[in-house]
């Protein structure tokens, strides 16, 4: 399920085979992983949003929305993260928060998927 404002989902999103949702804390007890991007802020030039404040309080995983998951849920973000907006500092260093981790394989596994696309010579079956 993709949870976001409405102002921030894409356009071309009509005909996706994902559900879609605006209110975080009805899916949050049904998630196995809780996968959070950025709150670009430069964004907010653009007036997708009234304020961070207001992301923050209706998107943002609190701690308080933490105890809604699941004890095996995983929380994930590719980073970098701002820390109080699209998730709170306590949260980010919970156990399931595999975060740091996610971070530290990133660069690999995006090398790995250049050397497959681009440099193996190997046949993708595309």
Not at 3 to 9: G, K
Not at 27 to 42: F, G, I, S, T
Not at 43 to 57: F, G, I, K, N, V
Not at 70 to 92: C, K, Q, S, W, Y
Request: glycine share 8%; aromatic share 4%; net charge negative.
């Amino acid at each position: 399920t993709l949870v976001a404002p409405p102002t921030l989902l894409p356009p071309s999103l009509v005909g996706w085979p994902v559900a879609v949702s605006h209110d975080l804390d009805d899916v949050l007890p049904k998630a196995d992983v809780v996968y959070l991007l950025r709150m670009q802020r430069e964004r907010q030039t653009e007036a997708l949003l009234p304020s961070l404040r207001e992301y923050t309080a209706l998107y943002g995983l609190t701690r308080d929305r933490a105890r809604l998951l699941a004890d095996e849920a995983l929380v994930m973000h590719p980073g970098p993260m701002n820390r109080g907006v699209e998730i709170a500092a306590e949260v980010a260093d919970l156990p399931g928060a595999v975060i740091t981790r996610q971070v530290a394989n990133g660069v690999a596994v995006r090398m790995a998927v250049l050397f497959l696309m681009l440099g193996s010579g190997g046949d993708l079956g595309a």
